[in-house]
């Protein structure tokens, strides 16, 4: 059964850092890859940014972009990423999710990880 | 403004079925798989349809298509747990990255 569970989230100041993981398990690591999406409390869903199953491409909104990095560790079936340079408007719950093949959009999602951008 | 675009809101009956589309682009909907999303109450996102093949432990009423650059997501024989707010999204080549729709506030009368 496909898993994946997000942690790392939390309260965190204007301009502050944290990292997010995505562990997962069920199915072959380095098969696929992982999107990272966000959802505020009265908004829609967001994605933000997506790792290719063998890490040879990265993409990421325009949002977030050269402030987040995703990485993965194969050895430990983890998806990590790296939030920098955190805003108010980057307060949400995080989602990871598994995708279902090249280019292919979300298909297994975790519980998802709230992060709150405040002073 | 979403690159995809979807009804702010549907209502039904019971028992009848709804029709929720997804508005997008040759370069989105007309090229690539679109993935349909049921979130209830905020709670995780949960996939009911990709393209048109059912995920496991979905009920065979929901049913997903593709006209155009007009993604559908149908649902036969209405039940009261099907109220959510439901999401499209697929791969944007112009864009080089992953679209959502603004989502569609299903209501089940």
């Known amino acids: 059964q496909v898993h994946l569970v997000e942690s790392g989230g939390g309260v965190v100041q204007p301009g502050g850092s944290l990292r997010l993981s995505c562990a997962t398990s069920?199915?072959?690591?380095?098969?696929?890859?992982i999107h990272w999406v966000r959802q505020t409390p009265d908004k829609g869903l967001e994605w933000v940014t997506f790792?290719?199953?063998?890490?040879?491409?990265?993409f990421y909104a325009d949002s977030v972009k050269g402030r987040f990095t995703v990485s993965r560790d194969i050895s430990k079936n983890t998806v990590y990423l790296e939030l920098n340079s955190l805003r108010a408007d980057d307060t949400a719950v995080y989602y990871c999710?598994?995708?279902?093949?090249?280019?292919?959009?979300?298909?297994?999602w975790g519980q998802g990880t709230l992060v709150t951008v405040s002073s | 403004q979403s690159a995809l675009t979807q009804e702010a809101s549907v209502s039904g009956t019971v028992g009848h079925t709804v029709t929720l589309s997804c508005f997008g682009t040759?370069?989105?909907?007309?090229?690539?798989?679109v993935g349909w999303y049921q979130q209830i109450s905020h709670n995780p996102p949960k996939t009911v349809m990709f393209g048109s093949s059912l995920p496991s432990g979905i009920p065979a009423r929901f049913s997903g298509s593709k006209s155009g650059t007009t993604a559908s997501l149908t649902i036969s024989g209405l039940q009261p747990e099907d109220e959510a707010d439901y999401y499209c999204?697929?791969?944007?080549?112009?864009?080089?990255?992953?679209?959502f729709g603004g989502g569609t506030k299903l209501t089940v009368l």
């Open positions: 040759s370069n989105n909907v007309g090229r690539y798989t």
């Open positions: 069920g199915f072959i690591f380095h098969y696929y890859g």
């Open positions: 999710a598994r995708d279902n093949g090249p280019y292919s959009s979300s298909y297994y």
């Open positions: 999204s697929t791969w944007d080549d112009s864009l080089s990255a992953w679209v």
């Open positions: 790792i290719w199953k063998d890490s040879s491409k990265t």
